[in-house]
């Protein structure tokens, strides 16, 4: 099973930019996996936010973040990335990176069609004046 660990998170002024990274370990091939970035506000269920295939070839964004966030990874060194701009008050919670092997095509922003196979421990962001 894929091991995640998210880094990045921090405290960034509305309008400000701010870069994730979700490392993976394990004793699984990295390029198996569909990689997903999650954001749980306090009191809520985790919302998908941005979503990247095994070759990277293809992403999806949920509405609220597009044009503002991109995803990407780099499969040599096991990680992906979620660059974030132009950064909202409403952007602000705990952001998980998630792992699953079969990727349907709504699985970042549909949780009917998950089946994530492993959740990282989540880093917090938060977007204040």
């Known amino acids: 099973q894929l091991q995640l660990v998210e880094s990045g998170g921090g405290l960034v002024q509305p309008g400000g930019s701010l870069t994730l990274t979700c490392t993976a370990s394990g004793f699984t091939l990295f390029t198996n996996y569909f990689i997903g970035w999650f954001r749980q506000a306090p009191g809520k269920e985790p919302e998908g936010i941005a979503c990247?295939?095994?070759?990277?070839?293809?992403?999806d964004y949920a509405d609220f973040v597009k044009g503002r966030f991109s995803i990407s990874r780099d499969n040599a060194k096991n990680a992906v990335y979620l660059q974030m701009s132009g950064l909202r008050s409403e952007d602000t919670g705990v952001y998980y990176c998630a792992a699953e092997r079969i990727g349907h095509p709504r699985w970042c922003t549909d949780p009917r069609r998950r089946n994530i196979d492993s959740w990282g421990q989540g880093t917090q962001v938060t977007v204040s004046s």
């Open positions: 990247i295939n095994d070759s990277g070839g293809r992403t």
